[in-house]
């Protein structure tokens, strides 16, 4: 399953592999196979490696880079076609219901000076609000790591990490987030750290400034009513 380079495409192509538990990659720039498996290829780490990836489980939901390469080779023997044709009467059992939200772009979270950013710690989408909330007492932005916008508990374009913003303000503060390499790479130019996770291993301490070992809701809504009595 191709897709185009569009945000909200690409954002479509990584849902449907999730829920149709196949597998995903964006911003494919080539593809290739080999004893049978299918690979692509990408840029990554700001764009400054190429990787190859080996996709394994079907179906393949890729998304093309910008500028993806016009000359795609022709294979000698086509493979068999099997169309599909959608009606309302089509039976999907794992599309409940869809509709379509017309967003307007906020501000980057790559000039914002406070990031609140969090993981999937956080619990449920329904908490995502309240921590929206403590961004904006705070004059800030709030970010995610991948699984949170995965779930479609915030847009991607609150997605923090390999694949979403570098982000450098001058305080972040890591909510429910356990550190994960591909997401401590986006945090890591932060001039001020502070993580928050009921995990005392959680790899996110080894590049914080400031460790707090606790669940977060205390003292998320201690944060909100400091902020709303000033």
């Known amino acids: 399953m191709i897709y185009g380079s569009e ?3 690409s954002a479509l192509s990584v849902r449907a592999a999730y829920r149709l ?17 299918f690979a692509v290829e990408k840029l990554v780490y700001s764009n400054n490696l190429t990787a190859k990836f080996s996709m394994r489980n079907r179906p393949f939901c890729i998304s093309l880079a910008k500028g993806f390469r016009d000359e795609i080779p022709i294979p000698r023997v086509l493979p068999p076609v099997e169309s599909i044709v959608f009606t309302s009467s089509t039976y999907i059992d794992w599309l409940q219901s869809y509709n379509l939200e017309l967003i307007e772009k906020a501000d980057g979270l790559s000039t914002a000076k406070i990031v609140i950013a969090v993981g999937k710690g956080v619990g449920s989408k329904d908490k995502i609000a309240v921590l929206e909330d403590l961004a904006n007492l705070f004059g800030g932005k709030l970010g995610a790591s991948r699984p949170v916008v995965m779930n479609a508990w915030t847009g991607m374009g609150n997605l923090i990490g390999a694949s979403g913003s570098i982000i450098s303000p001058d305080v972040c503060i890591v909510i429910g987030a356990s550190g994960a390499a591909a997401f401590t790479l986006g945090i890591e130019k932060s001039k001020f750290i502070i993580a928050i996770n009921k995990d005392a291993s959680a790899p996110i301490f080894k590049i914080a400034d400031v460790g707090i070992c606790s ?3 205390e003292i998320v809504d201690e944060l909100i009513t400091l902020l709303k009595s000033k």
């Open 215 to 217: 669940e977060y809701q």
């Open 21 to 37: 538990k196949g597998t995903s990659c964006v911003g494919v720039r080539s593809h290739e196979t080999y004893e049978g498996n």
């Open 7 to 9: 945000g909200f495409v």
